[in-house]
């Protein structure tokens, strides 16, 4: 199967300080990975790498068959329509409503869609992830938890073939996390890839799906799906 994601021997410096080491790693589609590791790991900088926000030191980035790690800003729109983003905190636009939120989200990326199209789009992404009666909604008029369920219905109403997300439960409370992390499993269900950041250690641990950890910018395990409860614990503490 073609991977979505291929990173190869990146490395990532700040000045003389190296946020990521030698790092190596490839996502299937459809394959949901948590990415864990101590504060200060690289796991925002292996995100970032991946829309080219950044760019590495040395080695490759591929998504979706293209080269982050060389790709020009004029390409970059062209990748960044292909992986959707979840941040800690929601970055949605406040004078936007819910929808029109969604719908920028489409049309920033591809000029072609008309209005109509995008607003369609955007209440069929709302509804996905049960928000479909709270599309006129201003974001200050939503809990923390509906607010990132609109930033994921942006996310992926342009249906990219990845979405990372950089701790998209650390200003939600436990329930709420739960929601979201059922929201994150029909995403992968429905073939896109999907890489989370997080220290819910409560979450990876039940999900038991795979977990890669990053200690000082080094890749230092890379534990496939299903390990049982009991295991995935011993071996992330
Ligand atoms: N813009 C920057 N300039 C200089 N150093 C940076 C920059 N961004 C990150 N770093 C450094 O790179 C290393 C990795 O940071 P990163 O933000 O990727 O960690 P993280 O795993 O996301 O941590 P956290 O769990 O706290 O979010 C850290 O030592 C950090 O100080
Ligand atoms: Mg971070």
Redesign the pocket.
Known sequence: MPQILELNAVS?A??S?L??DDVSLALEPGELAFLV????????????LINRE?RPTSGEVWVDGMAAHTMKASRVSELRRRVGVVFQDFKLLPRLTAKENVAFGLQVGDLRVSDDEAAERALDALDAVGLGDRGDSFPHQLSGGQQQRVALARAVVAQPSLLIA??PTGNLDVETSWEMMDLFADIAASGTAVLI?T?NVEIVRRLQRRVIT?VQ?RLVRDQPAGLTGRMAWLASS
Do not use: C, Q, W
């Not at 590791?37 to 970032?48: F, H, Q, V």
């Open positions: 990532r700040y000045g300080r946020a990521l590791g101590p504060s200060g790991a690289g796991k925002s900088t292996l995100l970032k950044i950089d701790e950041a220290h990053l910018g």
